[in-house]
């Protein structure tokens, strides 16, 4: 299993010029490779993403880009029966399969929006969580989006965002911090180093 998912980052590395310039989101074709945790990097692991968002039973969380949904599940196991998830997706295909995901793990507090970040697509919220997860490089406009994602919030609010540079559209941890500070975000706290990263931002 880790040399297949060896092969398969090397695959994503060798697809990166093309994909990079054309900054096309994850075909669902290949939803279940982003459905499992690479092992590669532990703070790119569900888990570990959670762990660093204090989330408690009842709070309500935005899944941005939420993709076949290796946070989604997680998330609405994390808020409990009482709390309430959202799983955003441009890619219906994507929302079909998160939600019967879901609906195989019975679990009953995720609602499915189909939606462009940054588009002004996004419900007013606010949610008290949020991920965006190897998402960001896929955006036309990133300025755009983390300024949405900082919207739906409520004041004191957590955005998890990660980045892996076996993505093919990696962005740099300067680069993301430089778009955070832009949209209003303030830095509480970060995971990992320079190819793996996890920025936890919160909206004051």
């Known amino acids: 299993m880790i040399y297949l998912l060896i092969a398969a980052a090397i695959l994503v590395l060798l697809a990166?010029?093309?994909r990079a310039a054309m900054a096309l989101p994850c075909p669902p074709a290949l939803s279940k490779l982003v459905e499992i945790d690479n092992p590669l990097f532990?703070?790119?692991r569900a888990a570990a993403i959670l762990a660093g968002l204090g989330l408690r039973r009842g709070m309500s969380a935005i899944?941005?880009?939420c993709g076949p949904g290796r946070l989604t599940l997680p998330l609405a196991t994390a808020v409990g029966p009482a709390g309430k998830v959202l799983a955003v997706d441009l890619q219906p295909e994507m929302l079909a399969k998160v939600e019967a995901r879901c609906e195989s793990a019975g679990l009953a507090n995720v609602a499915f929006r189909r939606a462009r970040l940054g588009a002004g697509e996004l419900p007013p919220g606010p949610f008290d969580r949020a991920t965006l997860v190897t998402v960001l490089g896929e955006l036309s406009d990133k300025a755009a989006a983390l300024a949405e994602a900082f919207q739906v919030l409520r004041p004191?609010?957590?955005?998890?965002l990660t980045e892996v540079v076996t993505d093919p559209h990696f962005q740099p941890r300067e680069a993301a911090m430089r778009l955070a500070d832009e949209a209003g975000f303030r830095l509480r706290s970060r995971t990992g180093g320079a190819l793996s990263y996890t920025l936890y931002l919160e909206r004051p």
Do not use: E, I, K
């Not at 004191?156 to 998890?160: P, Q, V, Y």
């Open 16 to 18: 990166s010029g093309w």
């Open 42 to 44: 532990r703070n790119n």
């Open 63 to 65: 899944d941005l880009g």
């Open 156 to 160: 004191g609010g957590l955005l998890a």
